[in-house]
């Protein structure tokens, strides 16, 4: 072998020599930094969790409900319209004022109509003055032809003359009754019990018939108008029982169903349900209000609803079991509720036991294969 082909085989033998305790360095660096991380994780605090941010999953008393929303209206609520037209001399009340049913409010009038009367009545007295006349014409034909000293023709015509003079007396008194109702109708009248709404003309001005006056609104017949979908609608009933939240009233009002509409609204397709209320002096037509119609109640497990998120179509919540958070799916009811401290919450029907502690926010700093303590109670002290 010459020298050159030494030279080369010591090269190449080296060179794999190199390589061997490179990658051996190489392997060894890898293996120091795990161990390095390994104990950096162990040194690393574990986070604590107190009280207020988590909580143990239990039987809680849920509700299913619907939520509806809509504005009041009044049942029963009138708007008082001018029978006859007229100057308007009074209106006695104005808007928030409280009337009675028959209570005279205003005043129109009733020249015209007073004089429109005295005509009447004195086209009645001449009428009734002819048909007297007519009548005793056809008394006297009558005895007349039994003795022969007239014929049967004067006594057929006697005998329309009274019928025709007694037609038009019934048509005058006819329309003296009309003229009387007329100057009746120039007083206007409150026509249910409630207060004044609005009001619609002013002292002086000229109503045409049928023109607006006032809105009388009972206030103790408010009822709440919402719309619901086809597939809610079938799950409620007349007597369900909803509580309602109105802006500026601090406590909830319970309703119930007092009335479904049979028809659907042609744009939307919902179905009205009407909610009778309970009298109450905060409560006004107009005002709109928001809640539940509660369908069932029972006792279920749940978790707040701040705890659940939703992932790959999953629903998810975090568990802290042994020192460490872990993402669990579970499945969710039907049922809602609230928890003793106001959180929404909403039942568990799988995924969760009693007894298991869940993050309160799904979505705060803690995440999935996080290291956790919990906050112990504070000692009690004498």
Same mark, same amino acid.
């Given at each position: 072998m010459s020298n050159k082909t030494k030279w080369i085989a010591l090269a190449a033998g080296?060179?794999?020599l190199g390589g061997g305790i490179g990658r051996a360095i190489v392997h060894k660096k890898a293996q120091q930094s795990d161990l390095a991380q390994s104990s950096a994780s162990a040194q690393a605090p574990q986070m604590t969790l107190t009280s207020r941010e988590v909580m143990t999953a239990q039987p809680t008393q849920l509700t299913h409900t619907i939520a509806i929303s809509g504005s009041l209206s009044a049942q029963r609520s009138a708007i008082v319209k001018a029978k006859v037209a007229a100057e308007l001399l009074s209106l006695k009340v104005r808007e928030g004022d409280q009337v009675k049913a028959d209570q005279v409010i205003g005043k129109l009038d009733p020249q015209e109509f007073d004089t429109k009367l005295q005509q009447a009545r004195q086209q009645a007295a001449s009428a009734k003055a002819q048909w007297q006349i007519a009548q005793q014409n056809l008394d006297n034909n009558q005895a007349l032809i039994q003795q022969g000293f007239i014929s049967r023709n004067a006594l057929d015509t006697s005998q329309s003359n009274a019928a025709g003079t007694k037609a038009a007396y019934e048509a005058a008194q006819a329309a003296v009754d009309l003229a009387s109702k007329s100057l009746k109708d120039s007083t206007v009248r409150a026509p249910i019990a409630?207060?004044?709404?609005?009001?619609?003309?002013?002292?002086? +001005?000229?109503?045409?018939? *049928? !023109?607006?006056?006032? +809105?009388?609104? *009972? =206030?103790?017949s408010l009822e709440l108008?919402? @719309?619901?979908? @086809?597939q809610d609608v079938t799950q409620v009933r007349v007597g369900s029982p909803a509580t309602l939240h109105l802006d500026g009233l601090s406590e909830a009002i319970t309703a119930r169903i007092a009335r479904i509409n049979p028809s659907a609204t042609a744009d939307t397709r919902s179905v009205m349900v009407y909610l009778a209320l309970p009298s109450h @002096?905060?409560?006004?037509? !107009? =005002?709109?209000?928001? !809640? +539940?119609?509660?369908?069932?109640?029972?006792?279920a497990l749940a978790v707040p609803l701040s705890a659940i998120t939703r992932e790959s179509g999953r629903d998810q919540v975090l568990r802290v079991s042994q020192g460490k958070v872990s993402r669990v799916n579970v499945k969710l009811g039907t049922h809602s509720g609230k928890s003793p401290e106001g959180l929404p919450m909403r039942e568990v029907i799988e995924g969760v036991q009693a007894g298991d502690v869940i993050v309160r926010n799904a979505t705060g700093t803690v995440h999935d294969g996080q290291a956790v303590k919990l906050e112990q109670p504070a000692a009690a002290t004498r």
């Open positions: 080296v060179l794999v409630g207060q004044i709404s609005q009001r619609f003309v002013q002292a002086g +001005e000229r109503v045409a018939v *049928d !023109g607006r006056i006032v +809105e009388v609104v *009972d =206030l103790n108008q919402s @719309p619901l979908s @086809p @002096p905060a409560l006004r037509q !107009g =005002l709109f209000a928001q !809640g +539940e119609i509660m369908l069932a109640q029972r006792t």
